[in-house]
């Protein structure tokens, strides 16, 4: 039988080969996976068991501790000193039996004995302000830390307890077996910090013009550890940068403070009729039916006058709460207080502000509106806020969230003059400490251990409520351009997400600004919106009011998606890998009637084609007319029959109709000098100017880790190739991504 070719495609005489970067192997630092980055976690992650399952959802035999407190507290507001007394009932949910409870201590991480400065590393600073200075050497230190006076069983005796630091180990006569519940009353005071001179989450603000203070309480009261069935006691000292592990409970807290304070706090406030005046409780209950704007409920006019006031009277507030892992404070003379009502699928929640004078007229403007925002975007990619109400206080210089309230800062200059960027500062903050609602005060992770679980969800769903405001608004975290310049930073300085809160060394990066440029990217470019939203919000419904841990997320998001993305959890969360794609060489082929003698020396692979002989389709170099494979053949080429032929005989009009019509062949092989895995996103320009956008899955690198090839098949000559046009996968070096290879413009072009 005679053989016969069909089609001839000849290598353009105009072979460009792009630039490749000299940081072939770059990435290999990264840890055990290198060998095969789309093995599973299997090394990495806990074996799934009865708490948790290997579908990442709470197992048949998941528990939880719960802490109920009834907490009376009173302000001193001359001496700047809270003193109060608690009673914790607490429930042994647990299959263990505990012989002892541990308790957090928090303020005490500023106490004089407390190991926290000692850990830090010093260097000498060769100029101060005058102010700063006497703070650092001159003045004597506030005392601070809690001081405990008494610890006492539900009868009145005292139980032994041990202070460790921030943590305190409370001694049980008889071990607490399961399914028990026992009482514990605690007294107890500290001395608030001045925040903005002594630093802290919480304290409070001099405003030295009227000499009134502005009071944002938290960590206040000796609160109950974790206990779960990853670690048991999560009594990991509190160092600073680690923030807070806390189970659920019910509050009922008392508040005493000046009668001429206005007062926020998280809870139900039950007797505002007490503490507001007639006209004020009339303006909240319009509040209530408003929803499209703030209502005034204390007025500018009303808290400059109570500001010069200095009562001596007393007030308390009453708060209950439930379902909450925590209880935050804001508290002055000076606050004005407005709010509006958030319909959630039915359900009225409240938006409140409570700020100063001085944050008029941004907080006025803006503050509440954002709660309200904030509450419809996030409810919309997880869960309807739970909880009847969110605040917002101003407190300069802060950014700290509890449930149901958070501090903020930004505010106008002396003028009432507010720049750009202090607005769009005020507006992010507010969207993300109103946002942490969700992550961690609902979806309740461990932050002691993982700050990412918090900072880092939490800053990706900041991203998504910034843009849905309309505005372009110019977020810093989430895009993955936004991360480029700490991933192509110095390796020395980069550690894994997945890394110890303590540990970070560049925290804004690690902790919140890596891992939403790494949900972006899963939402936009590997997943795409449907399955990463879908994911998403099993997460959030699956984990609310409940601790998750990082296994139970990265397990979920696969569970729910049918998305295999242990390789991109291995390499942005496990690993310090990079991204860096590039064009390593371009072939150009174009389609040829035209036969060459040179074709009686090209070899069939027969253990390929098996025993059919022809006809067959070539592409041909005249660089190398040798196909190179085991066992060739020698192939003798006796006819030559051309495609327009083939095509004439063998379909119908019908079919002819339908086809394409390529004329150019061109052969892509892309690298990837940097470590991390990623799909590879090409756009094509053509010569008329027009584009088509490819994207290829991960898993292109899949059986080879260094490159990969393509061949686009074109009716018109490809003008230009560029990978990740839109900056869409943090690609640190994007002067390997064009074909032709394009000189980037100096600064002085």
């Known amino acids: 039988m005679k053989n016969t070719i069909i089609l001839l495609l000849f290598i353009s005489p105009m072979l460009v080969v792009a630039q490749t970067t000299s940081t072939e192997k770059a990435g290999k630092e990264s840890e055990r996976y290198d060998s095969n980055k789309f093995s599973q976690m299997y090394d990495l992650l806990a074996t799934p068991n009865m708490f948790r399952t290997a579908s990442g959802a709470p197992g048949p035999a998941y528990y939880q501790q719960q802490a109920d407190y009834k907490i009376d507290i009173e302000l001193d507001d001359k001496n700047s000193k809270l003193s109060g007394s608690e009673t914790i009932t607490y429930y042994n949910n647990s299959p263990d039996t505990l012989q002892y409870l541990w308790l957090q201590l928090d303020q005490n991480q500023a106490a004089k004995n407390s190991q926290s400065p000692l850990a830090e590393n010093q260097k000498t600073q060769e100029v101060f302000t005058p102010n700063s200075f006497a703070n650092k050497f001159l003045k004597q230190g506030l005392e601070r830390g809690f001081n405990i006076e008494y610890i006492m069983d539900s009868k009145g005796n005292a139980l032994p307890y041990t202070i460790n630091q921030t943590m305190m180990r409370v001694d049980l006569p008889t071990q607490m077996k399961p399914g028990e519940k ?18 802290g989450r919480s304290g409070y603000e001099l405003f030295e013009k009227d000499g009134n203070k502005l009071y944002v309480i938290a960590q206040f009261y000796p609160r109950m550890a974790v206990y779960n069935d990853v670690e048991g006691w999560q009594n990991m000292q509190f160092w600073g940068s680690g923030e807070f592990a ?34 004020q409780v ?29 009562s001596d009277e007393k007030k308390t507030w009453k708060f209950t709460a439930k379902n909450v892992r925590d209880f935050g404070i804001a508290t002055s003379r000076k606050f004005i207080y407005d709010a509006m009502a958030v319909q959630l699928n039915g359900k009225i929640v409240m938006a409140e502000s409570v700020y100063p004078k001085e ?30 109400k969110a605040v917002s206080v101003s407190a300069e210089d802060q950014g700290m969230e509890y449930p149901m309230i958070c501090w903020n800062f930004g505010r106008p ?18 969207i993300h400490e109103v946002g942490h609602n969700f992550f961690p005060m609902i979806v309740n992770s461990d932050e002691r251990q993982w ?16 843009q849905e405001l309309g505005i372009n608004f110019p977020s810093r975290r989430g895009p993955a351009k936004n991360i480029i310049p700490y991933m192509s930073g110095d390796k020395n300085f980069l550690e894994p997400i997945m890394s110890n809160s303590e540990s970070i060394i560049e925290f804004g990066n690690n902790a919140y600004g890596k891992p939403a440029a790494g949900l972006n990217i899963l939402r936009e470019t590997i997943m795409g919106r449907e399955l990463f939203d879908y994911a998403f919000k099993v997460y959030a419904n699956r984990w609310k009011f409940k601790h998750p841990t990082p296994e139970d997320f990265f397990r979920t998001m696969e569970d729910a998606s049918a998305v295999d993305l242990d390789w991109f959890f291995r390499g942005w969360f496990y690993s310090t890998d990079y991204v860096d794609i590039g064009i390593k060489e371009v072939k150009q082929y174009y389609v040829t009637e035209t036969p060459t003698t040179a074709l009686k020396d090209i070899k069939i692979n027969k253990r390929r084609f098996g025993k059919e002989n022809g006809p067959y389709l070539y592409l041909v170099s005249d660089n190398n007319l040798e196909l190179s494979a085991d066992k060739e053949q020698a192939f003798q080429v006796d006819s030559v029959k051309l495609l327009s032929d083939y095509v004439a005989q063998k379909f119908t009009v019908e079919e002819k109709a339908t086809m394409k019509n390529p004329k150019y062949f061109y052969e892509v092989e892309f690298n990837k000098p940097g470590g991390m895995l990623m799909p590879i996103i090409v756009e094509i320009t053509y010569d008329d100017n027009s584009k088509e956008n490819f994207k ?13 090839k393509r061949v686009f098949a074109t009716e018109k000559l490809i003008r230009s190739i560029q990978i990740d046009p839109k900056l869409e996968t943090a690609d640190i070096d994007v002067t390997n991504n064009r074909w032709p290879k394009v000189e980037p413009k100096s600064k002085f072009d």
């Open 182 to 199: 026992i009482s514990l009353s605690i007294k107890w005071w500290y001395n608030i910090n001045n925040y903005k001179q002594d630093e």
């Open 246 to 279: 806390l189970p659920f409970g019910n509050f009922d807290v008392n508040i005493t403070v000046p009668a001429d304070h206005v007062l926020n706090a998280t809870g139900e406030l039950i007797n505002r009729n007490e503490v507001f005046t007639a006209a």
């Open 282 to 310: 009339k303006r909240y209950e319009l509040a209530q039916k408003t929803f499209d704007k703030p209502v005034v409920i204390v007025t500018q006019a009303e808290a400059e006058i109570a500001e010069k006031g200095f």
């Open 359 to 388: 944050s008029n007229p941004l907080w006025g403007e803006t503050s509440t509106l954002m709660v309200a925002h904030t509450l419809k975007s996030y409810s919309s990619h997880t869960f309807d806020y739970p909880y009847p």
């Open 413 to 430: 200059d002396e003028n009432g003059f507010t720049s750009t960027q202090v607005k769009n500062g005020m507006i992010g903050v507010v």
């Open 451 to 466: 700050t990412w679980m918090d900072e880092g969800l939490n800053s990706f769903m900041q991203y998504m409520a910034e």
């Open 696 to 708: 290829f899955p991960a898993q292109i690198w899949r059986k080879n880790n260094e490159t990969a």
